[in-house]
């Protein structure tokens, strides 16, 4: 499995945290932060599935 799936996963978890710390601190700096771990999580999760589903093409085809 790609490292890329479970890397994006926690890093969407660490931003949901440090966002709602930051709001709760009336850290502003902290929420976008957290924001942006969010999206860099996000794009990690699905360069992870399309490599995934890129791997399971690939071998589609050398079965056949």
Known sequence: ????RPKGRFN???GELE???GR???DHSAAWSGKV???KGS???KIGQAKLDTRRFA???RTR
């Open 43 to 45: 794009m990690q999760e």
């Open 24 to 26: 709760a601190a009336g």
């Open 19 to 21: 966002e709602d710390l």
């Open 59 to 61: 071998d589609g085809l």
């Open 37 to 39: 771990d969010q999206v």
């Open 1 to 4: 499995m790609s490292q890329e």
């Open 12 to 14: 969407e978890a660490r």
